[in-house]
Nanobody
Framework: QVQLVESGGGLVQPGGSLRLSCTAS????????MNWYRQTPGKERELVAS???????TYVDSVKDRFTISRDSAKNTLYLQMDSLKPEDTAVYYC?????????????????WGRGTQVTVSS
């Protein structure tokens, strides 16, 4: 089973930047979307940014124009560049890869998750 490992989290002051990385231990086939989620205690996990295999990106409104999702296929790595960070961005950030394919009329899908990396924005 392929594993996802996030890195790059930490403590940063408001207005600062961090770049999160998510590296897959092997090749994942039938990728549909690559995503970053975040979660704070007592709240549901929130989809922050998505990247499709054709390069389309979407962001939650609260991070638009501040966060950028990208990938380096040669390195099996997904990134989240986070600029102009705010205290409300504090959360555990999770990498997710969603796969989908079908055989005849039968669909097959899977979700790969990392263990998360803590991002804390505070002065």
């Amino acid at each position: 089973q392929v594993q996802l490992v996030e890195s790059g989290g930490g403590l940063v002051q408001p207005g600062g930047s961090l770049r999160l990385s998510c590296t897959a231990s092997g090749t994942i086939y039938y990728i549909n979307t690559m995503n970053w989620y975040r979660q704070t205690p007592g709240k549901e996990r929130e989809l922050v940014a998505s990247l499709t295999t054709d390069g389309s990106t979407t962001y939650v409104d609260s991070v638009k124009d501040r966060f950028t999702i990208s990938r380096d296929s040669a390195k099996n790595t997904l990134y989240l560049q986070m600029d102009s960070l705010k205290p409300e961005d504090t959360a555990v950030y999770y990498c997710n890869i969603y796969t989908w394919t079908h055989k005849g009329w039968t669909p097959y899908s899977n979700n790969y998750w990392g263990r998360g990396t803590q991002v804390t924005v505070s002065s």
